[in-house]
């Protein structure tokens, strides 16, 4: 168990658990699984702010981007031109919301309690969000990177002139 944990590119999924009657966050990372003693929200605000931008500023760009949208994927930070985008399962204010990282996705199907992840480590999960929720989910979370490469090589574009 931790008491802290920074979201990065290893990250893979934050899934809310239990310790001891109080709200934890379940990691799962490339090279370990832990458990971490803050909510998975507060993770997810903490990494924005310390890698360079606020929680709310990141929700903004993606409202901007798909207008009037809940439950919108956010990019968490980027490297080298590489955006590190997270989307909620359910309402990112859900005790129950899981946040997934776009990178960790490598199939999505269709499951009797839900929908079964296979994430890039080849590990299997079973997440409560029907199929068709999350492959939405997905999909809005691939536009966002689509525009934020594009935006990106207006930028590089436009610094040559």
Same mark, same amino acid.
């Given at each position: 168990?931790? %008491? ?20 934890? %966050?379940?990691?799962? +990372? ?22 360079? !931008? %606020? ?16 439950? !919108? ?6 490297? *080298? ?12 204010? %859900? ?21 079964? !992840? ?9 997440? +409560?969000?029907? *199929?068709?929720?999350? !492959?939405? #989910? ?14 990106? #090589? ?8």
């Amino acid at each position: 168990m931790k %008491s802290n944990y920074l979201i990065s590119f290893d990250t893979l999924l934050i899934t809310p658990t239990l310790v001891e009657g109080k709200l934890a %966050s379940q990691i799962i +990372d490339k090279n370990l699984e832990c458990v971490v003693l803050r909510k998975p929200l507060y993770l997810i605000r903490k990494s924005c702010l310390t890698l360079g !931008l %606020s929680y709310e500023m990141a929700r903004k760009n993606a409202k901007n981007f798909f207008s009037n949208q809940h439950k !919108l994927p956010i990019v968490i930070s980027h490297q *080298y031109g590489m955006p590190c985008i997270f989307f909620p399962t359910l309402s990112p204010s %859900s005790p129950h919301n899981s946040w997934v990282g776009l990178h960790a996705v490598k199939r999505i199907d269709p499951s009797p309690e839900g929908c079964a !992840l296979t994430l890039t480590t080849n590990q299997q999960l079973t997440l +409560d969000i029907s *199929y068709t929720t999350m !492959l939405k #989910q997905y999909a809005n979370a691939t536009l966002l990177y689509r525009h934020f490469k594009k935006e990106q #090589q207006v930028l590089v574009h436009e610094a040559f002139f």
